[in-house]
């Protein structure tokens, strides 16, 4: 069914809560940001966290606090930019590890954070202090403090998820996907203050890969429960234009794991979980086949402009879903 809203952005005040992986999600996360400011708070997915050469990497929350605070490559998507590399040149002379690139901006955050983490903090801590030294104006929580990893299950073996993602190129096909840790893993209590009922507003699921980068927030227990009974709206925006993913293999692991490259698989995947769907404009015949109100708009983020443009409409199209009566019973009962 087919909900339509303003295309500006609301008026209404309150905490916004993004879950969000690496860089599509960032993107949209950027634009709410320059909306939300402090309200902001941002969800980020752990799972890809890993050592390297002794240091702990955390890509997906580097790519939001560098995409946040304007420092990231945008030609390459990921990084920092003005990047040199001269730590890989040097490594590389001496036989080290070189497929996992760490370029000597980039390579200070972990060396930082590494230390920090030894000397007792926590993710959470780091991030928060990161954030603010980066400007950055929204809140930034590593959903959990605690280690969770994908492990990517393919034909022939299991890879960790930067050895699939980085070393094999996503070439592997894609069999099944777990992670490993999530079970034991606790929900930061700053993740938990931030979805308390109390002024919060929305709740939104940016256009991160569902399998790679949403599926392990969600898999923190806690996570879906807390999610049902915050009492606002939940929005996903679907990651796919016209059944292709912008980038990375969202598409090529829905077609590995036998699910259709659609909206109505998106909104499939989500079920129970949202209570409304953004899709593409250019995907809008796909609106019937959802069993949730959907908002067609552009969705494709070429710059500044565009990703402010969709955060309005996201946050719009959710205050249009917390003034409805129907929208409200429904978040009642699922709560």
């Known amino acids: 069914m087919s909900a339509s809203v303003m295309s500006s952005s609301a008026s209404a005040g309150g905490r916004v809560v993004a879950l969000c992986g690496g860089v599509g999600g960032a993107k949209l996360a950027l634009g709410l940001q320059s909306v939300l400011g402090p309200e902001l708070h941002i969800v980020v997915n752990m799972a890809d966290d890993f050592r390297h050469l002794g240091l702990h990497v955390s890509p997906d929350l580097d790519t939001v606090l560098y995409t946040l605070g304007g420092l990231s490559d945008r030609q390459r998507g990921w990084g920092r930019a003005d990047e040199s590399w001269n730590f890989m040149a040097a490594l590389a002379q001496v036989g080290g590890e070189t497929w996992f690139a760490l370029g000597d901006r980039d390579l200070a955050l972990h060396v930082e954070r590494t230390r920090r983490l030894a000397a007792g903090e926590s993710l959470t801590g780091i991030a928060a202090d990161i954030a603010a030294r980066f400007g950055l104006t929204a809140q930034v929580l590593p959903v959990t403090d605690d280690p969770i990893r994908t492990i990517v299950v393919t034909p022939d073996e299991e890879l960790a998820f930067q050895r699939y993602f980085v070393a094999r190129r996503c070439e592997p096909a894609v069999r099944a996907i777990r992670f490993d840790g999530a079970a034991e893993a606790r929900l930061s209590a700053a993740v938990q203050a931030a979805l308390q009922r109390a002024g919060l507003r929305m ?116 205050d249009r879903l917390a003034a409805s009566p129907q929208q409200s019973a429904h978040r009642d009962a699922r709560s």
Do not use: W
Not at 210 to 231: H, N, T
Not at 260 to 271: F, L
Not at 280 to 288: K, T
Not at 296 to 312: N, Y
């Open 203 to 318: 709740i939104v699921i940016c256009p991160s890969n569902p399998f790679l980068s949403i599926d392990p927030v969600l898999a923190v227990p806690g996570l879906r429960e807390a999610l049902r009974a915050a009492g606002v709206p939940i929005v996903a925006v679907s990651p796919l234009v016209g059944g292709q993913a912008v980038k990375g293999p969202t598409r090529k692991i829905m077609d590995e794991l036998g699910v259709e490259a659609s909206t109505r698989a998106i909104a499939a995947h989500y079920r129970g979980l949202i209570d409304g769907l953004v899709l593409d404009i250019g995907d809008a015949a796909e609106a019937d086949a959802v069993d949730v109100p959907v908002q067609a708009v552009p969705t494709l983020m070429t710059d500044d402009a565009s990703k402010v443009k969709l955060a309005e409409d996201v946050l719009a199209f959710g």
